[in-house]
């Protein structure tokens, strides 16, 4: 853990947001916490946001946001693109012609809605495999095991800061606290 620690409104503490595609690795040659050799997918460099972006949008239009999730989602976790790396590339992209902005109406906000134009479409049909796929292609089985394991972990000891007692809250951070020197135990094995 990154050692955040939030108080929520009633004063008890908990853990703080920020256990996303980063945690649990330390930063690798590339100096990006998150995966073990440094920014990408597995070794193969970083992943390519313009493309991935184009292929979605040839799919569907779609918020910056809602783009973001449906990279996450498609990679099983293993690639979460910050906004800063997708919104400059949605402005180059829109910069070059390739695609077009609306606002959506007043119920959804002022979210911009981005739509590919035909340019936009013949730049994503030269796109021939979409990054996700290639990520998850790569993806290491017991990473893709363990991060899903500790998404659940998470889940689960982020529903007991709102809803456990407490005295059940301090035996949570007991097991989590054994957990961890376990972990380390393992990793000290030869």
Same mark, same amino acid.
Request: no cysteine; glycine share 14%.
């Given at each position: 853990?990154?050692?955040?620690?939030?108080?929520?409104?009633?004063?008890?503490?908990?853990?703080?947001?920020?256990?996303?595609?980063?945690?649990?690795?330390?930063?690798?040659?590339?100096?990006?916490?998150?995966?073990?050799?440094? $920014?990408? @997918?597995? *070794?193969?460099?970083? #992943?390519?946001?313009?493309?991935?972006?184009?292929?979605? !949008?040839?799919?569907? /239009?779609?918020?910056?946001?809602?783009?973001?999730?449906?990279?996450?989602?498609?990679?099983?976790?293993?690639? $979460?693109? @910050?906004? *800063?790396?997708?919104? #400059?590339?949605?402005?180059?992209?829109?910069?070059?012609? !390739?695609?077009?902005? /609306?606002?959506?109406?007043?119920?959804?906000?002022?979210?911009?809605?981005?739509?590919?134009?035909?340019?936009? $479409?013949?730049?994503?049909?030269?796109?021939?495999?979409?990054?996700?796929?290639?990520?998850?292609?790569?993806?290491?089985?017991?990473?893709?095991?363990?991060?899903?394991?500790?998404?659940?972990?998470?889940?689960?000891?982020?529903?007991?800061?709102?809803?456990?007692?407490?005295?059940?809250?301090?035996?949570?951070?007991?097991?989590?606290?054994?957990?961890?020197?376990?972990?380390?135990?393992?990793?000290?094995?030869?």
């Amino acid at each position: 853990m990154r050692g955040h620690v939030r108080t929520f409104w009633d004063g008890r503490e908990g853990l703080s947001r920020g256990f996303g595609f980063g945690f649990g690795f330390p930063p690798g040659p590339g100096g990006h916490r998150g995966h073990p050799r440094g $920014r990408g @997918s597995r *070794g193969r460099g970083r #992943p390519n946001v313009r493309n991935a972006v184009l292929a979605l !949008l040839a799919e569907r /239009s779609m918020h910056g946001y809602e783009m973001i999730q449906e990279l996450e989602s498609r990679t099983g976790g293993i690639w $979460r693109p @910050s906004p *800063g790396s997708v919104y #400059p590339t949605l402005q180059l992209l829109e910069d070059e012609g !390739l695609i077009v902005v /609306s606002k959506t109406d007043a119920s959804e906000g002022s979210k911009k809605l981005f739509e590919l134009t035909d340019e936009g $479409r013949a730049a994503a049909a030269k796109v021939e495999t979409a990054p996700w796929d290639a990520i998850a292609e790569g993806a290491d089985p017991a990473q893709v095991n363990l991060r899903a394991a500790i998404g659940q972990l998470f889940g689960a000891v982020a529903q007991s800061a709102h809803t456990a007692s407490p005295e059940q809250q301090q035996r949570i951070v007991d097991i989590v606290n054994n957990a961890r020197r376990e972990i380390y135990q393992i990793l000290g094995e030869d």
